[in-house]
């Protein structure tokens, strides 16, 4: 079975004028017209609620192997430029809009958003009902489906045989599938500051940005890096990114930042990154329902109090207590940060140790901007690290030169009378 389709010509923008079938897992169907590429593709079934940032959904790694329904009514509207992809490619496996923008509009659009699915092999289709989709998803959780259009349109039962037979989002590993084959170095700008190895298990392309922006020079590693390739950046700081797939079958990230946790080095985790933290920390994970994805998530800092509306992309959680510390092969932990529509953890930090995580996505291109600071906490954990080791040096130097040659530091006449 394919997740992708060649595209199909001659269809006017806005959309095709055929027939299009949205079959989900439990028998649902919703009838459409076709939009982007014309054929069949299957994936988990999610809704993004964001009004915005339709390019850099398409292209988050971290929707591999998923087919998106947006909530906002209309799609499209200005367009597709080349500035805001995410990625070097678009990952969803398929779209679901309910008005197709008939004409795009924007000074920095290049091509329309249906030119661009379909240029892409995205198979997709605009379907009057997403209010219906939505609240369907909402009381049934996420769940397989299959858009079928042009020539793979076929009897009801046959297509939904065919949706049963796709894998499940449980127990899929794919942060190897869509991670960064080689290494590659995000420079700094202006002056360097700080250098950070970043594990690339599904990354977004803002935000070795954020950190570039803030004089770090990123090195963006594969997802199958080791705690030894880490730590033989001598970093000054881990980050481990976003990514897709199950976080239970994720093995090999959780034993790198194991070992990078047994070095000390300063580490920051956003969204899959969040989930490896949690399971290197002895804390499972779950599934979530019907998962949170859009850019108006109210997440609060449990610490502070403040509440900052985030954007998020996940279905998978952290399972742990949300009240107090709790003991970890590291020492203290707990829960920094808890959406409030749920109450699902959306942040970890470690007491005692330069350590923590975040469930959602502060670099947040689209926007809004509301936690882009914790880029900064990052930092100043990579600073005082750097001024605790320089302070610890200082220390060894002194003990070292007191129990040298005590004699090295007397003058030549109390030598004489020693």
């Given at each position: 079975m394919s997740e992708r389709s060649e595209r199909a010509g001659g269809r006017p923008a806005g959309g095709g004028t055929g027939t299009a079938v949205l079959v989900l897992e439990d028998g649902r169907v919703f009838h459409g017209t076709p939009y982007g590429a014309e054929g069949e593709t299957f994936g988990e079934m999610v809704f993004n609620t964001g009004m915005t940032g339709y390019q850099e959904t398409l292209t988050d790694p971290s929707y591999h192997r998923q087919?998106?329904?947006?909530?906002?009514?209309?799609?499209?509207?200005?367009g597709v430029n080349d500035a805001d992809p995410e990625s070097s490619r678009v990952w969803v496996a398929g779209y679901v809009v309910r008005e197709p923008a008939r004409v795009h509009s924007n000074w920095r659009a290049t091509r329309s958003l249906d030119d661009y699915l379909a240029d892409s092999g995205v198979v997709g289709i605009a379907i009057p009902g997403t209010r219906a989709l939505t609240r369907h998803l909402r009381e049934r959780g996420a769940m397989r489906a299959g858009i079928f259009s042009?020539?793979?349109?076929?009897?009801?039962?046959e297509l939904l045989e065919r949706v049963r037979l796709s894998?499940?989002?449980?127990g899929a590993d794919l942060a190897e599938q869509v991670s960064t084959a080689e290494p590659y170095v995000v420079p700094a700008r202006g002056a360097k500051k700080y250098t950070v190895a970043a594990v690339d298990l599904g990354i977004k392309s803002m935000t070795p940005q954020r950190m570039a922006e803030r004089g770090?020079?990123?090195?963006?590693?594969p997802?199958?890096?080791t705690a030894a390739d880490i730590l033989a950046l001598d970093p000054d700081g881990v980050f481990f990114s976003n990514g897709p797939g199950d976080p239970a079958t994720a093995d090999g990230p959780v034993e790198a930042l194991r070992g990078v946790l047994d070095a000390g080095r300063p580490f920051f985790g956003i969204c899959f990154g969040n989930q490896i933290f949690g399971r290197a920390l002895g804390l499972g994970t779950y599934k979530l329902r019907y998962g949170h994805r859009g850019v108006n998530q109210p997440v609060q800092d449990r610490r502070t109090g403040k509440v900052e509306i985030s954007a998020h992309n996940h279905g998978f959680a952290v399972q742990a207590p949300l009240d107090g510390a709790f003991d970890t092969p590291y020492g203290p932990a707990?829960?920094?940060?808890?959406?409030?529509?749920?109450?699902?953890v959306e942040g970890l930090r470690l007491v005692d140790r330069p350590a923590f995580s975040v469930q959602y996505h502060p670099e947040a291109a689209a926007g809004p901007h509301d936690s882009a600071g914790l880029f900064d906490r990052f930092c100043a954990l990579m600073e005082q690290s750097r001024g605790r080791e320089s302070a610890a040096a200082g220390e060894g130097r002194v003990v070292r030169a007191a129990g040298e040659e005590?004699?090295?530091t007397m003058s030549t006449e109390t030598k004489k009378n020693a």
């Amino acid at each position: 079975m394919s997740e992708r389709s060649e595209r199909a010509g001659g269809r006017p923008a806005g959309g095709g004028t055929g027939t299009a079938v949205l079959v989900l897992e439990d028998g649902r169907v919703f009838h459409g017209t076709p939009y982007g590429a014309e054929g069949e593709t299957f994936g988990e079934m999610v809704f993004n609620t964001g009004m915005t940032g339709y390019q850099e959904t398409l292209t988050d790694p971290s929707y591999h192997r998923q087919i998106v329904a947006m909530t906002a009514p209309h799609i499209g509207n200005t367009g597709v430029n080349d500035a805001d992809p995410e990625s070097s490619r678009v990952w969803v496996a398929g779209y679901v809009v309910r008005e197709p923008a008939r004409v795009h509009s924007n000074w920095r659009a290049t091509r329309s958003l249906d030119d661009y699915l379909a240029d892409s092999g995205v198979v997709g289709i605009a379907i009057p009902g997403t209010r219906a989709l939505t609240r369907h998803l909402r009381e049934r959780g996420a769940m397989r489906a299959g858009i079928f259009s042009g020539g793979a349109v076929a009897p009801v039962e046959e297509l939904l045989e065919r949706v049963r037979l796709s894998p499940s989002m449980e127990g899929a590993d794919l942060a190897e599938q869509v991670s960064t084959a080689e290494p590659y170095v995000v420079p700094a700008r202006g002056a360097k500051k700080y250098t950070v190895a970043a594990v690339d298990l599904g990354i977004k392309s803002m935000t070795p940005q954020r950190m570039a922006e803030r004089g770090c020079e990123v090195h963006v590693l594969p997802a199958t890096a080791t705690a030894a390739d880490i730590l033989a950046l001598d970093p000054d700081g881990v980050f481990f990114s976003n990514g897709p797939g199950d976080p239970a079958t994720a093995d090999g990230p959780v034993e790198a930042l194991r070992g990078v946790l047994d070095a000390g080095r300063p580490f920051f985790g956003i969204c899959f990154g969040n989930q490896i933290f949690g399971r290197a920390l002895g804390l499972g994970t779950y599934k979530l329902r019907y998962g949170h994805r859009g850019v108006n998530q109210p997440v609060q800092d449990r610490r502070t109090g403040k509440v900052e509306i985030s954007a998020h992309n996940h279905g998978f959680a952290v399972q742990a207590p949300l009240d107090g510390a709790f003991d970890t092969p590291y020492g203290p932990a707990e829960v920094s940060h808890v959406n409030l529509n749920d109450d699902c953890v959306e942040g970890l930090r470690l007491v005692d140790r330069p350590a923590f995580s975040v469930q959602y996505h502060p670099e947040a291109a689209a926007g809004p901007h509301d936690s882009a600071g914790l880029f900064d906490r990052f930092c100043a954990l990579m600073e005082q690290s750097r001024g605790r080791e320089s302070a610890a040096a200082g220390e060894g130097r002194v003990v070292r030169a007191a129990g040298e040659e005590p004699g090295a530091t007397m003058s030549t006449e109390t030598k004489k009378n020693a």
